[in-house]
């Protein structure tokens, strides 16, 4: 079975970074999307980017600019490197495995964002 592992949340003030990375294991991974998804307090979880087998990438509107995924197919990796970061940033930020059947979650990474 797929499994997705996040780290690198936490806590930042306003106009900091951080970078999220998302382990997979047990997943043909290097023809599959990837994605990075966030569900704030109260709101629906929403896509924040994704990135499918061969890099085309899609980034929702309010991240453009100020975020970056990237994966590595050698080491199932998948990142998000999150600059400029805003107090709306704030969320639980979920990694995301797609296509040929597959659609995992991950457990999720806490991201706070200090005005």
């Known amino acids: 079975q797929v499994q997705l592992v996040e780290s690198g949340g936490g806590l930042v003030q306003a106009g900091g970074s951080l970078s999220l990375s998302c382990a997979a294991s047990?997943?043909?991974?290097?023809?599959?999307?990837m994605g990075w998804h966030r569900q704030a307090p109260g709101k629906q979880r929403e896509l924040v980017a994704s990135?499918?087998?061969?890099?085309?990438?899609i980034y929702a509107d309010s991240v453009k600019g100020r975020f970056t995924i990237s994966r590595d197919n050698a080491k199932k990796t998948v990142d998000l490197q999150m600059n400029n970061l805003k107090p709306e940033d704030t969320a639980v930020y979920y990694c995301?495995?797609?296509?040929?059947?597959?659609?995992?979650w991950g457990r999720g990474t806490q991201v706070t964002v200090s005005s």
């Open positions: 995301r495995n797609s296509g040929y059947g597959i659609d995992v």
């Open positions: 047990k997943t043909i991974f290097s023809i599959t999307t």
């Open positions: 990135i499918t087998s061969v890099g085309t990438t």
